[in-house]
Each structure stands twice: as C-alpha cells, then as structure tokens.
C-alpha cells in the first residue's frame, strides 16, 4: 500500500506558518522612443486634382521623413480617404470639391532629430502633426528592474513580518502577477499635439531655414506588483 501524498495546507501549518504578502515598486526612466502621427490633406474641384496633390504632398513627407536615416525607427501609412463635399444646387446637390487625407505615423529614437522634423513638417502645407507620444521599447530593460525592485520590496517586507514574531523565511512557495491570467491593454500617454499651418499653394512647400522645436521629453513611470507567499520557520509566540 502507497501512501496518499499529502496536500499542503492552504494557510500553513503550526510548524511551518505561510505569510503572503505584496511587493511594489514604482520607477521613472527617460523615454526611449517617440512617435508622431501627420496627416497630409489636399482639396481640390475635382478628383484628379485632389489626388495629384495628395500623391505629391505624401511623397513629399514620405521623403523628408526618410531622409533622417537611422533615427527613423518606423514609418508607416495608416489610411487613405478621397471624399466629395456637396453642396444644394436648385433642387439637388452637387459635388463643391474633394477632399483627401493620409495619416502616416513614425517612431524616432533621436530626439534632437525628432525636434527638427517636427518643425519641417509642421511647415509643410496642409500637412497636420500630433504627437509627440514618448514611451520605452516593449523590449527595454527597464520592466525587468523594476520587477526585480518589486520582488526585493516583497522578501523585504516578508522578513519584517517575520521579524515581528522573532521568527524567519524558510522557503519562497509562490510568486505571482496579479491577474496573470488577465489581459492588460496599454495606452499611449498623448504627450502634446500641434497642426502645421495652411499656406497659399503659390507659396513655397517648406521653409528650409524653419527653427528646430524644442522638445522635453516625458519621464515614464513603470509600475510592478507582485505577489508573494513564503513558509516561516515555526514562531515562539
């Protein structure tokens, strides 16, 4: 005959006493990356017109943000619309003008860079900014510290625990995200947001000697908890 194994016990027991408790920690790191959304309009009083414009003022952006190499992290296009403006002619309606837009985002890691940019773009005709949203790579090492921090806080405080009852740590038997299980979507912190102004199209698309802006980047705050139960030795209470 086997013996049964034996289940521990969901609070300890008198010989082996089980404290949970939690460990947080907060940090602020410099940011890593920032990204910018522009959005190129066009109008004209006719569809071919507003698209040949739109082409044009795209690739225009499109260059001048890839002419900034490296520090270019991600350039994409989000979406593309041509859409007529109607106006009541008699007793119908008529097609005034048409209008088009094409959103693009960037993802910069040079910030000095990125200051330059901002400025040429905001230059451009018709051409708006938002941004700049900074944030760390999903990847950045800055996650890891703070979870080790948030776990030193947590044996930190255990110990204390421990302490009060002249007692100390035996063993770790569980270490826990809160609601691992649960999915946690994150959202971008909108930082500031600017639109470059419209200019008469007889003037120039861009001004060359145009003042690079000078931005400030948001500190990021990373945020862990952890949770963390322990097996005591036995206290002498």
Do not use: C
Not at 22 to 46: H, M, W, Y
Not at 91 to 98: F, I, S
Not at 100 to 109: E, N
Not at 187 to 212: I, Q, V
């Amino acid at each position: 005959m086997t013996d049964e194994p034996k289940t521990a016990a969901p609070y300890g027991t008198p010989d082996a006493p089980r404290l949970a408790v939690q460990g947080e920690a907060r940090l602020e790191f410099d940011p890593e990356i920032a990204g910018i959304g522009i959005t190129v309009s066009a109008r004209g009083t006719d569809r071919r017109t507003a698209l040949e414009d739109l082409t044009r003022r795209n690739a225009l952006v499109l260059d001048l943000i890839k002419g900034y190499g490296d520090a270019v992290e991600k350039l994409e296009t989000g979406s593309l619309s041509i859409s007529p403006e109607l106006t009541k002619h008699g007793r119908g309606e008529r097609v005034r003008a048409y209008h088009g837009h094409v959103y693009v985002t960037a993802v910069l890691s040079d910030f000095t860079a990125l200051g330059e940019l901002t400025t040429r773009l905001a230059d451009l005709d018709l051409t708006r900014i938002d941004g700049p949203w900074w944030s760390l790579r999903p990847e950045s090492p800055a996650y890891g510290e703070v979870r080790r921090q948030a776990v030193k806080q947590a044996v930190k405080r255990a110990r204390e625990y421990a302490h009060a009852l002249d007692t100390e740590l035996a063993a770790l038997v569980e270490l826990a995200d809160p609601g691992a299980d649960e999915a946690h979507p994150v959202h971008a912190d909108f930082k500031m947001g600017f639109a470059g102004r419209a200019r008469s199209a007889a003037g120039p698309e861009m001004a060359e000697d145009a003042p690079a802006l000078d931005l400030e980047p948001q500190r990021q705050a990373v945020h862990a908890l952890v949770n963390a139960r322990f097996i005591m030795n036995r206290p002498q209470l």
